[in-house]
Nanobody, 125 residues
Framework: QVQLAESGGGLVQDGGALILSCVASGRFFTSDGMGWFRQAPGKEREFVAAISVSDGTTYYADSAKGRFTLSRDKTKNTVFLQMRGLRPDDTGVYYC??????????????????WGQGTQVTVSS
């Protein structure tokens, strides 16, 4: 069974920073596409960022470009989402996602095979 475990969410002020981590485990885990989605109250789950585990190529939603950085540690099956310049509209539950194939910027929630349990990020104004 594949598991994705997130950590690092919390409460920050407008303009603050957070780092989210996601560790993947499981006997049959093979995922070239890993990344993050988020869901705000009353809204659909949306793509934030994706990374190809094999070559490190990254893609970001327009809302994340220039403020978020996604990286990975292949040896530890871990991805990191560094978020800075956080705004109140970044508030939501952030979900780690994994998929055998890497979809890049075209990744949508329906294509995700593995989900983490989610971690809350709250940005106060």
């Amino acid at each position: 069974q594949v598991q994705l475990a997130e950590s690092g969410g919390g409460l920050v002020q407008d303009g603050g920073a957070l780092i989210l981590s996601c560790v993947a485990s499981g006997r049959f885990f093979t995922s070239d596409g890993m990344g993050w989605f988020r869901q705000a109250p009353g809204k659909e789950r949306e793509f934030v960022a994706a990374i190809s585990v094999s070559d490190g190529t990254t893609y970001y939603a327009d809302s994340a470009k220039g403020r978020f950085t996604l990286s990975r540690d292949k040896t530890k099956n871990t991805v990191f989402l560094q978020m800075r310049g956080l705004r109140p509209d970044d508030t939501g539950v952030y979900y780690c996602a994994g998929n055998p194939s890497f979809y890049g910027s075209n990744w949508n929630a329906a294509q995700v095979k593995y989900w983490g349990q989610g971690t809350q990020v709250t940005v106060s104004s």
